[in-house]
Structures are given as C-alpha cells and as structure tokens.
C-alpha cells in the first residue's frame, strides 16, 4: 500500500495514536486511566513512548485488554550536527515495536536517567541563584520513577508560587535557551537510531515540525531514520502536506500521536490525533521484510 492510497483509505480499519506519555516519564497518564481514554475514543491501537524510558510499558500492557492493542516505544532524546549550522539540532526519535527487555537498551536508558538529574541538580542551582530555591525533593514529588524532567521543575516552580503555572515556567525559565535552562548529554542521533534498531524497533522522526532547522532531516534519513510523524495535533490531527511529501520522497513510514502528555502541559490531547490503523500494517510489513 503507498502512502496516497493509506491516506485514502483510513476508515476502514480504524486508528491509533502512536506517541503517548505517561506517568512513568512526564505525562499524568496512570497505565489504567490512559487505557480506559484510549478505550473511550475507540482506538485500536496505541503506542507507549515515554521520554528515555520503558518503566510503564509493561504496566499498561497488564491494564489492556484484547480490544486495545499496545505497541512498545520509547522517545530518546538527541543530536545531530548540521553540516550547514556551527550548532547542534535537539531531536526526538520515537523507536516502535521495540524489545524493551534488551539489556542494552535498558543500560543506556539508565544513563540517560543519571544525565537528568546531574542536569537538574544544575537548573536548581541557577533558580536559587535567581531567588528561587527549590529543593530536589520538591521536584521528585512531581515524579513517579527515575525520569526527571523540566516539566516537574516547572510544577514544583508553580507550587512554590514562582509562576503562575507550568506555561509560564517554560516560557520565562526552563525552555531552550532561557534564563535557567542548562543543556544536558543526550545520544547522537546516529546511535539513538542504531539503538532503535539494535532492540528490534522501527525509528521515527519524532514532530518535525517543532525542529529548529529542517534541513537536518535528510542528515537524518542518511544515519537511517525509517518513518517520520506527518499526524500532530498543531495541525489539526490531520496530515501535514509538507512531511507527506517527505516521507513519499525517501520511502519513510508515516506515523503521528498526540505526544499527549496530560494536562500538565495544558490540555489533554489524546484522541484528538488518529492514526490510520493501515499505517501500524506497513510498520509490520516492513518489520517482516528486514527479518528476510
């Protein structure tokens, strides 16, 4: 099926959304309350991506029953260096369909949970240096497990009353490049993707259109992206015309979610992205062809 006749076709088999979060990262999603919405949408399927994480999957996968189907994921954080740009690009690469019992992934998944808290212990200090002490225990009351991220610093600032909410956090604080932001290591690109498919997984472009500089993208395709998000909810849940044409282009598997985080980060948009379920048979159909 090619991508034009997919897009034509999406009734028929019904849709997922393939880009959600849970409380076991940075979204409020317990494993039940995100099946039961997931249920009440009519979904077919979804998939479990938490920021550099797999903690929840396997507690969702309990809480599901034979009408949902769960798809494994994972949202990695990363790099890449442009060729045409001094700087580096921040990139969100989805991996579905992964083995998220590999020890491998779970090593470097570890890592990557140490490097959040080195960076957090740093933006604390930035913020008392500005007159706004927070504590990390203030912070961790916001988490469920190992995953810290800026969006409970922004919760424990709310609470504190440095902020009015979270939007404002982000806005004048703790989004890239503010007054208290500090960068932190991630993969390079090229490694989070080789990771992906090291577990079995199928890497994706994660919301193309929240990238700095698009030109990376064909950077990307050539350290081996497979699939590139064209459904996001800043357009509507609809596809984007311009991130079609891209995946036609280099032969790229379509996908997309709500990236639903909850209503931490404003609004609970989960149901407001679908998915054709058609596109979830390619990803399988591919998988199958990389075993031959």
Same mark, same amino acid.
């Given at each position: 099926?090619?991508?034009?006749?997919?897009?034509?076709?999406k009734?028929?088999?019904?849709? %997922?959304?393939?880009?959600?979060?849970?409380?076991?990262?940075?979204?409020?999603?317990?494993?039940?309350?995100i099946?039961?919405?997931?249920?009440?949408?009519?979904?077919?399927?979804?998939?479990? /991506?938490?920021?550099? /994480?797999?903690?929840?999957?396997?507690?969702?996968?309990?809480?599901?029953?034979?009408?949902?189907?769960?798809?494994?994921?994972v +949202?990695?954080?990363?790099?890449?260096?442009?060729?045409?740009?001094?700087? &580096?690009?921040?990139?969100?690469?989805?991996?579905?369909f992964?083995?998220? $019992? $590999?020890?491998?992934?779970?090593?470097?998944?570890?890592?990557?949970?140490?490097?959040?808290?080195e960076r957090?212990? !740093?933006?604390?200090?930035r913020?008392?240096?500005? &007159?706004?002490?927070?504590?990390?225990?203030e912070?961790?009351?916001?988490?469920?497990? !190992?995953?810290?991220?800026?969006?409970?610093?922004?919760?424990?600032?709310?609470?504190?009353g440095?902020?009015? $909410?979270?939007?404002?956090?982000?806005?004048k604080?703790?989004?890239?490049?503010?007054? %208290?932001?500090?960068?932190?290591?991630?993969?390079?690109?090229?490694?989070?993707?080789?990771?992906i498919?090291?577990?079995?997984?199928?890497p994706?472009?994660?919301?193309?259109?929240?990238?700095?500089?698009?030109?990376v993208?064909?950077?990307?395709? +050539?350290?081996?992206?497979?699939?590139?998000?064209?459904?996001?909810?800043?357009?509507?849940?609809?596809p984007?015309?311009?991130?079609?044409?891209?995946?036609?282009?280099?032969?790229?598997?379509?996908?997309g &979610?709500?990236? #639903?985080? &909850?209503?931490?980060?404003?609004?609970?948009?989960?149901?407001?992205?679908?998915?054709?379920?058609?596109?979830?048979? +390619?990803?399988?159909?591919?998988?199958?062809?990389?075993? #031959?």
């Open positions: 099926m090619d991508i034009e006749q997919l897009l034509n076709d009734d028929s088999k019904g849709y %997922a959304d393939l880009h959600l979060h849970t409380i076991y990262s940075d979204g409020e999603y317990t494993p039940e309350s099946i039961h919405r997931a249920l009440s949408e009519n979904f077919r399927a979804i998939a479990i /991506t938490d920021h550099d /994480t797999v903690e929840g999957i396997a507690h969702v996968l309990e809480k599901a029953g034979e009408t949902l189907e769960i798809i494994p994921g +949202e990695l954080s990363s790099e890449s260096k442009i060729p045409s740009s001094e700087g &580096g690009e921040e990139i969100h690469i989805i991996g579905l992964i083995d998220y $019992n $590999n020890p491998t992934l779970l090593k470097t998944l570890k890592g990557l949970s140490l490097g959040r808290k957090m212990h !740093d933006m604390l200090k913020l008392a240096e500005m &007159g706004m002490p927070i504590k990390m225990e912070v961790e009351k916001f988490t469920t497990k !190992d995953i810290i991220g800026r969006l409970h610093l922004a919760q424990a600032m709310e609470m504190k440095y902020v009015k $909410n979270t939007t404002e956090a982000f806005d604080f703790l989004g890239d490049g503010k007054l %208290a932001y500090i960068n932190r290591k991630r993969l390079s690109a090229q490694r989070a993707i080789s990771l498919k090291e577990v079995g997984g199928i994706i472009l994660a919301h193309p259109h929240l990238l700095r500089d698009e030109s993208i064909p950077y990307l395709i +050539e350290e081996g992206i497979e699939g590139i998000e064209v459904y996001y909810v800043g357009h509507g849940g609809n984007s015309s311009k991130f079609v044409e891209i995946a036609k282009k280099h032969n790229l598997l379509i996908s &979610g709500s990236d #639903c985080h &909850g209503i931490a980060k404003g609004k609970t948009f989960l149901g407001k992205v679908k998915v054709p379920y058609q596109a979830i048979e +390619e990803m399988k159909r591919w998988k199958e062809k990389m075993r #031959c």
